[in-house]
DNA sequence: CGGGCCATTGACATCCATCAAAGCGTGTGG
DNA sequence: CCACACGCTTTGATGGATGTCAATGGCCCG
């Protein structure tokens, strides 16, 4: 949330959210084509998004983690345009749009905060463009784990210990590849000693090497 | 612009343009890096944005037309995040984002129109994220075919003829192909006698035959 | 009218997808 | 609490779509 801001305003933006919700592994958030109402903040848990075309593709579009903002989409049509699932446990802020609207009228500082987040998906959106159109499948494997390793690190964990919440399916599906090549770019970092891989768990043995594959 | 205003926030709204900037075939209206301070609204004329990686490969994110707005992804860090370059000879308004936030927090369809106009963006976004992660040459060019005739006729052109005012590079740079593809599989839409090429010139000759292709 | 950019086309190479099979973990129910 | 089954992951063999390199040709703009 927004710094320097008055404790009045502070307190009547904590007030916007209108309940919680705990969902569970594998549950919906949202649904793809659901009637939108709100925003929702993540409290804790990981998520994955993901759109559909007509016959029967899928892509996940992003994964959301605690103090992310799940429903952007929604706004345009008054309907969800994807599907947000939880990867684990996870619990959420339920924040009603209309009221964000109203208050943000007469908060400046949230009227901006929430003009940046929409911003700062479409800067996000542009970066998986560019990876998806231009970068071989070791580049966006290595893209992909410099940039969730750095968000584990702004909250708080490891820099070089993770933990995938996601299947290597659901990898692929986001990078563009399948999952057998997923796993075996992983087993090609593991052999070049990169990576630790046991399963979903990661350890980064050579950051500077995974640097190098993104800026080469 | 949004529907149903009183005509005095209809012209507070026109207000919010200060001025006008004409622009030549290549010249650039922003360039990424550049500080952010307006939005752009198209009156005449085609763009592209495009992002680049450190290492000088560079993606183009989207080709905008009249009456798309241009600069979005410069709120989020108070620069400009991609170039964004004329393709044939243009003209913008210029419409100060401070202008429109103030505006927007006494006028609510236009603070509604603005939100609606990133969370369209972003819904954009995912859609080309789903072409680009899962979708074979063909269909690609499919889509971008369609969409691109689609959004003409909506503007009073042709549902069948267009003239193309980027180049192959260009297209294949949106659609994450080579430019040799992107020539080799209009080539065979125009064998397939779907299409009509002449250079940039193109005619839908079978337009269920395009449909037929994104969704098989 | 000419030069340079853009487009087309061909031959070949490469990366990744596909198909297939086996191993490992996890979690679930008895 | 243990055992089994299922899902996920790994790994191999093979093929196909697209990239790469190269040469030619056409159009447009200056």
Chains 1, 2 share one sequence.
């Not at 933006?13 to 919680?20: C, E, H």
């Not at 983690?65 to 939880?86: F, H, P, R």
């Not at 891989?197 to 993104?214: G, N, Y």
């Amino acid at each position: 949330m927004p710094v320097g801001l008055q404790p009045e305003e502070l307190r009547r933006i904590d007030g916007l959210v209108a309940s919680r919700r705990r969902l569970k592994r594998r549950e919906a958030l949202f649904h793809n084509g659901e009637k939108f109402e709100s925003l929702f903040a993540i409290r804790t848990g990981t998520f994955k998004t993901c759109v559909a075309s007509e016959d029967g593709r899928d892509q996940v579009t992003g994964f959301q983690m605690a103090g992310e903002i799940l429903g952007l989409d929604g706004i345009v049509s008054d309907q969800y345009n994807c599907d947000a699932v939880a990867l684990e446990d996870a619990e959420v802020c339920v924040i009603p749009f209309g009221s964000i609207e109203t208050l943000s009228r007469e908060v400046p500082a949230l009227q901006r905060h929430i003009h940046q987040i929409m911003s700062r998906e479409i800067v996000r959106d542009h970066g998986v463009m560019l990876l998806l159109g231009s970068m071989r499948a070791e580049e966006r494997l290595a893209v992909f784990l410099l940039n969730l390793v750095q968000r584990l690190h702004a909250r708080g964990f490891s820099r070089s210990e993770l933990l995938l919440r996601m299947s290597r399916e659901e990898i692929g599906s986001y990078l563009g590849l399948k999952l057998e090549t997923v796993s075996r770019t992983l087993s090609k970092f593991a052999e070049d000693g990169v990576l630790d891989v046991q399963q979903r768990h990661l350890r980064i043995l050579d950051a500077q090497a995974l640097q190098r594959m993104v800026n080469p």
